[in-house]
């Protein structure tokens, strides 16, 4: 009886140990350090895994020197580091990294066609047609609302994520922690854990949807959070922006972004063009200085390739157009509207770019819109 009695006062002191355990436990977090920094603040401990959590409280009386809450900075813990994180951003910098040094690669007269071999397929193109017939609705009103043409949103949709089924489901607090602390974009990747907490801070998210790429991008839009913040648009009317699952709210988005960076919906993003004398590569760019009419273009020998391609050619024929070559003297040449330059805010590879529009190009003879 005597040994039952003192197993009892035993696990009755273990308990009331964890219990106190638990209560300073929640001291420290109530009493955690988020007194505002300012922006220019840098860190200054040694960049070791045991300094990460002390990091995250730094990003955090960073983010409080922005305006947000203590409340949220308080609650959002868990922050963890994500070692696939760091291996996939040295990755993506590995190529460039072994070439320093070394001259630069020719141009390859193959480039654009190769790209747009691997990223626009046929399947791509069915795939946009068999989800163009769930999504009439949403996608109508969006390109209605916001003045951009259906093709462009599906288009878009369909490069960033699959059409919603490629969006990540990495915390994307603990990513962008982790590639700030890793140092070699810090700059960009603390103001995007601080754009972030903005997002919760607002109060129409909750973390455990905030979920996204190896490097932050988030939902079917594939926004980092900054983008959220600037374009992300409530496009049902229920008070959220949700871009993983509502695609009322991931059509808007796409659209916001595109009107609110110059989208002129009366406008082709362009055509491709053959170049019939010799010119100086420094004409070509998208700097708002090099553009030229149509005619213009035209008195110097840059003609369509296409000449059946009618309504084309009427709708550029005032517009402002710009000379693209992505694989210099020895490959493919395009003119482009102001239209493309908004695609490259997106995305600044004019690869990306174009496939984006021939995509478009391609869901519009399909569909027959």
Known sequence: MKIKYKFLALTACLMLAGCSSNNNKSAVNSAEDLSALPATAVYSNARTLNNFDDYVQFLKRKAAGQGV????????????????????????????????????????????????TKHLTQAKVDKAEDNYYDVQVPLQKASSAFGVQKEFILALWGMESSFGYYQGDYDVLSVLATLAFDGRRETLFSKEFINAMKMLDAGHLNRSKMLGSWAGA????????????????????DGTKDIWSNEYDVFASIANYLHTVGWDDTLPWGIEVSLTTPLPLSLAGTEKEKARSLNDWQAQGVLPKNMFDADKLKALSNADLWLVRPDKEVGRAFLVSNNYRTILDWNRSNYYALSVGMFADRIKQTLGF
Do not use: C, E
């Open 218 to 237: 988030m939902g079917q839009t594939q926004f980092m959070p900054s983008s959220y913040l600037n374009y992300a648009a409530d496009g049902d009317k």
């Open 69 to 116: 809450s203590n409340a949220t900075l308080t609650a959002q813990n868990n922050i963890r580091y994500i070692d696939s994180a760091v291996r996939l951003d040295q990755k993506q910098a590995g190529n460039a990294a072994r070439r320093q040094g070394l001259p630069p690669l020719p141009p390859n007269p193959n480039g654009v066609t190769n790209y747009l």
